[in-house]
């Protein structure tokens, strides 16, 4: 089949950033096949004109005008490649919703994606950020994922090695429209255990057997917790975490204890700790903080918020004061985890 590339001009994003900013895409294109991404780069490199991908655009911050060309990604097919005793494979479309994704498979008894309920965004997204909640990382049932590999204009299947992930981290944020992701293979394993050990969990479950909680229960209870601390997008704009939990050496965490005995920190690995970034700003003041049309959340202080009129630039210099208190109050380095569009 023959794809034309008719893209569509001044493309308002409103709708599509979940910060709520005033978005215009100079061309936009909805992309509801793979096929028509390759003609789709070689219509922006003919123009000259730069590419990137948005999908629930509820992880990136993007400027009033977005040069270029923005494919809007709706691929949207859930199939079933393998259904076994052991395991099931599931191929998602990479713009089916993330959390209706993790309620089907509840629904078909598939478990394993529980405690990544009611994350916003889109399955394509979620291994760029390799996203993780309450105890899981996505990165533990992805097996492949499906990309157009625009630097070499080919198709390409990744595995999890190639896909490098790590915390909040993987080779899609290093190497940035590089790849366009299209599907996600899936793989849940049939054996099965109840993940309720972050502190949050096991508090909703106190008195309960472990083994007596379902992969339901744990569903709803993540999508409580979620929605008593974190705003939702449809009525406060945010993009959930503005900032990575910065990992620190053992050596700087215990320098840091001694002077701040109450610090929020969980071990990474042998040598290094995650402190709690919402903890570090909480201390410095901003929580519930107002400047102008963006703000400190006022039940968790590691989102920002816009509640209509501002911008990029507003949120940007909001947290930059917080970067800079963070870095003169301990001394740490706060890296934003959304991905910054221009
Ligand atoms: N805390 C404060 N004040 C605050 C916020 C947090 O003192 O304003 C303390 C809490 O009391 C707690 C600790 O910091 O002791 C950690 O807070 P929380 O459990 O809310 O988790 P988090 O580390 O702030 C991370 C993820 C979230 C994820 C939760 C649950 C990152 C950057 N964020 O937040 O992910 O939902 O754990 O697993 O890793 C996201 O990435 O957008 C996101 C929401």
Redesign the pocket.
């Given at each position: 089949m023959n794809f034309d590339c008719k893209p569509l001009a001044n493309y308002s994003l409103e709708d599509r950033n979940t910060l709520g900013f005033d978005v215009v895409a100079e061309w936009a294109l909805p992309i509801t096949q793979a096929e028509q991404i390759p003609p789709a780069i070689r219509w922006a490199k003919n123009a000259g004109l730069s590419h990137r991908v948005l999908g629930g655009g509820s992880?990136v911050v993007l400027p009033a005008q977005l040069p270029g060309l923005t494919l809007l990604m709706d691929i949207d097919f859930i199939e079933v490649l393998e259904n076994r005793d052991s395991n099931t494979r599931l191929r998602v479309g990479a713009g089916v919703n993330w959390h209706a994704l993790v309620g089907w498979t509840l629904d078909q008894n598939y478990r394993g994606l529980e405690n990544l309920a009611l994350?916003p965004g889109t399955v394509g997204a979620a291994p760029i950020?390799n996203?993780?909640?309450?105890?899981v990382e996505v990165k533990e049932y992805i097996d492949l994922v499906e990309a157009y590999d625009c630097q070499t204009n080919q198709w390409v299947s990744l595995s999890k090695k190639d896909c490098r992930f790590a915390?909040?981290h993987s080779v899609f944020k290093d190497e940035p429209n590089r790849f366009v992701i299209t599907a996600v293979i899936f793989d849940l394993p049939k054996e099965w255990q109840p993940r309720v050990s972050?502190?949050?969990l096991t508090n909703y479950f106190t008195n309960r057997a472990i083994e007596t909680i379902a992969a339901q229960e744990i569903f709803d209870a993540v999508c409580a917790i979620?929605a008593q601390?974190?705003p939702d997008p449809k009525v406060i704009g945010n993009?959930?975490?503005f900032?990575?939990?910065p990992v620190i050496s053992n050596q700087q965490l215990q320098f840091l204890k001694e002077q701040f005995p109450q610090i929020?920190s969980y071990p990474e690995s042998a040598t290094h700790s995650k402190l709690?970034?919402?903890?570090l700003?909480?201390q410095c003041g901003f929580?519930g903080m107002q400047l102008g049309n963006v703000g400190v959340h006022n039940?968790?202080?590691?989102?920002l918020t816009h509640r209509g009129g501002g911008n990029a630039g507003e949120l940007l210099g909001l947290a930059e004061q917080i970067q800079k208190k963070v870095k003169e109050t301990f001394g740490v380095d706060l890296i934003p985890?959304p991905i910054f569009f221009n």
């Open positions: 992880n994350i950020q996203i993780g909640a309450y105890g915390y909040r972050y502190s949050d979620r601390k974190l993009v959930g975490s900032f990575q939990n929020v709690a970034a919402g903890w700003i909480d929580k039940k968790q202080a590691l989102v985890e």
